[in-house]
């Protein structure tokens, strides 16, 4: 019957043959001989893997040297989150002691906190260009929010009412004054503290930033964009705050 076939033809199925015969002859001479063993991976990869240094340690290798990040961090929302999540892995500590800090601070928090349909409503999601506010550049998330602790329904509601109550009713304004005077009024850097200051003192201040008696461009731009009735929520907003002890409200 193959004498019958034309020679075309007949040459075709030749090359054929010779092509499976050789990707046969390949596969046998390519695959590890341990492929297949376990399953459809390389078996001896296993025991190479265990006997390797391991890159992630996990944060019980962190904390023995950092005791002021690991106190915030074991009592905050990040707590299950791992260090080397957002300071990567390390093969030991660093020289100066201090951890790896991404360059991109906004594009590693977006990573887990960007809003997107598919996550879980409870995890704290922002839409970029709109948080804090639209109007400005988004700034980076560390200038309002302490990476190690960020804030947390569950772990201000077992500090007590005194400070559950104002946190869980913050003026939506709030989040202009947090990029420099911190999410709970207390101050950041070289900035005063707004906690605990009274409510006449503020509103006086504010207008008097708006009006130009007090001279600053960057309080006078911020305190313009305020209606009246903004100036008073805030006003009584960080009225109630509590004052930690190391903090003294303005006067």
Avoid at 224 to 249: C, H, Q, T
């Amino acid at each position: 019957m193959i004498n019958n076939l034309p020679k075309h033809i007949f040459r075709l199925l030749l090359l054929l043959s010779l092509f499976l015969l050789l990707a046969l002859v390949a596969k046998i001479w390519l695959t590890d001989p341990s492929f297949y063993r376990y399953g459809h991976y390389r078996a001896d990869a296993i025991p190479e893997l265990a006997a390797g240094t391991p890159v992630y340690k996990g944060s019980a290798y962190c904390v023995g040297c950092h005791d002021k990040r690991a106190a915030d961090w074991s009592s905050g929302a990040h707590v299950v989150v791992q260090c080397e999540v957002c300071h990567g892995p390390d093969r030991g500590c660093p020289e100066n002691g201090k951890a790896m800090i991404p360059v991109d601070t906004i594009r590693l928090c977006t990573t887990c906190h960007l809003a997107l349909p598919a996550r879980p409503a409870r995890q704290p999601q922002i839409v970029l260009g709109e948080h804090p506010f639209s109007d400005e550049e988004t700034p980076e998330c560390f200038t309002c929010h302490d990476p190690h602790s960020p804030s947390n329904e569950e772990l201000l509601a077992k500090a007590g009412p005194t400070v559950l109550e104002p946190l869980t009713k913050l003026p939506v304004a709030a989040s202009k004054c947090a990029k420099c005077h911190g999410k709970r009024g207390q101050g950041r850097n070289k900035t005063p503290a707004l906690a605990g200051m009274e409510a006449a003192v503020f509103i006086e201040q504010m207008n008097n930033f708006k009006s130009g008696v007090s001279e600053s461009k960057k309080m006078a731009k911020y305190a313009k964009r305020l209606s009246d009735e903004e100036i008073e929520e805030l006003a009584g907003y960080y009225e109630g705050l509590p004052v930690s002890p190391s903090e003294e409200p303005l006067e």
